[in-house]
Structure formats: C-alpha cells, structure tokens
C-alpha cells in the first residue's frame, strides 16, 4: 500500500521559514502531477502550489514570490519563506500516481503536516 509521507511542519514566528516535504512510501512507476494544498480552521481546503502532469508550476495568489514549489525524483518540497499567520494551516501533498507501468494512476493524499505561524 503506497502512502504520501510528509514531514517539515512545525511553529514558526511570522517572517520565518519552513521546508516542507512529501514523498512515497513504497514502490511506484511514476507521478503524474503533484501538489500542495492547506486548509485553515473552518476553511475550505485549497490549492498552494502544484505541479502540472505537463511540468509547469502553479502557485496561490497569496504565497507567489514568498513560496516555492520543487521536487527531485518523487519527493516534492515546499520551501516557504516570508510566512504570515494566515498561513497557518494543515498542509497535505496530493500526488497523481501511477503504480506499475500498465496500471491507472490514482489520487493519493498525505496525513497532513501542521504549520503555524506566530504573530
């Protein structure tokens, strides 16, 4: 059984910096296109960054310049400087994954990793 594995969350004062990370934990052919997204209490989850199954990036209007998106092999990172309270959140890693080479890609989420920024 494949999962997404995360890692990088913590507390963190407003202006500093955290590295997120996310990675499979067993055996895969490939990803198609993976992501991050967050979501804040009592807030719908949404988009941060995403790589496109074409390999270009997307970011949210509220973290372009301060967040950056990269992956090497099949982990991906989310490096992100600047932080601002409402960038506190839960933060989860989606990826489009491809189990063998014959096989339909499937939807996977991480358990999520918890980023909170003080004021």
């Known amino acids: 059984q494949v999962q997404l594995v995360e890692s990088g969350g913590g507390l963190v004062q407003a202006g500093g910096s955290l590295r997120l990370s996310c990675t499979p934990s067993?055996?895969?052919?490939?990803?198609?296109?993976m992501g991050w997204y967050r979501q804040a209490p009592d807030k719908q989850r949404e988009l941060v960054a995403a790589?496109?199954?074409?390999?270009s990036t997307n970011y949210a209007d509220s973290v372009k310049g301060r967040f950056t998106i990269s992956k090497a092999r099949n982990t991906m990172y989310l490096q992100m400087n600047g932080l601002k309270p409402e960038d506190t959140a839960v933060y989860y890693c989606n990826a489009d994954i491809k189990l063998r080479y014959n096989s339909p890609t499937h939807d996977y989420w991480g358990q999520g990793t918890q980023v909170t920024v003080s004021a």
């Open positions: 067993g055996s895969i052919f490939g990803i198609n296109a």
């Open positions: 790589f496109t199954s074409g390999g």
